[in-house]
Nanobody, 116 residues
Framework: QLPLVESGGGLVQAGGSLRLSCATT????????MAWYRKTPENQRELVAR???????GIAEFAEGRFTIGRDFTENTVYLQMNNLKPEDSAVYYC??????????WGQGTQVTVSS
């Protein structure tokens, strides 16, 4: 089983918030750049946010000012706090290592649906 398990998605109205969480192992969290991606209804996977092993973050332009990525070493998770959600944010969200997927694999992801 891939040690990356996403959760926290759901249905929310535009302007609302969700916090996605990705459970992993402490070692994976400690040594890798971790990232959140999303797969749009057009089936394109795009990078949403990333955080390096040193804690330096990067956010995609479409998410700047709305999304925050972080790590929690007490629970060994990577989170994505999403505020002011828009209908175009609707997608399946995945976490993984960056730039290459861990073991070349992807988890199930978590569905985010934003209604207008």
């Amino acid at each position: 089983q891939l040690p990356l398990v996403e959760s926290g998605g759901g249905l929310v109205q535009a302007g609302g918030s969700l916090r996605l969480s990705c459970a992993t192992t402490r070692n994976i969290l400690r040594v890798n750049t971790m990232a959140w991606y999303r797969k749009t209804p057009e089936n394109q996977r795009e990078l949403v946010a990333r955080i390096t092993s040193n804690g330096i973050t990067g956010i995609a332009e479409f998410a700047e000012g709305r999304f925050t990525i972080g790590r929690d070493f007490t629970e060994n998770t990577v989170y994505l706090q999403m505020n002011n959600l828009k209908p175009e944010d609707s997608a399946v969200y995945y976490c993984n290592t960056h730039p290459r997927a861990l073991y070349g694999s992807w988890g199930q992801g978590t569905q985010v649906t934003v209604s207008s």
